[in-house]
């Protein structure tokens, strides 16, 4: 049988299939140890976390001006 375009996986379905896996894994395998780990200092994963995600937005958006 031939496959059609519609029968084939868009780059969108893709891409929203990535973030649900990734999502997933995040609250499922790394949060639960995370919080178990650290206890009650870990809010502090999410500020460094947020910092990481921050300051590499900052410099891709350097790289592309």
Known sequence: MAIKKSDSITVFQLILL???????????????????????????????SLFLYFSGFLFYCLLIA
């Not at 990734?22 to 200092?41: C, E, M």
């Open 18 to 48: 990535s973030m649900t896996a990734i999502g997933l894994k995040n609250h499922v395998i790394i949060i639960s140890p995370l919080i178990q780990t650290a206890g009650r200092d870990s809010w502090l994963s999410v500020i460094v």
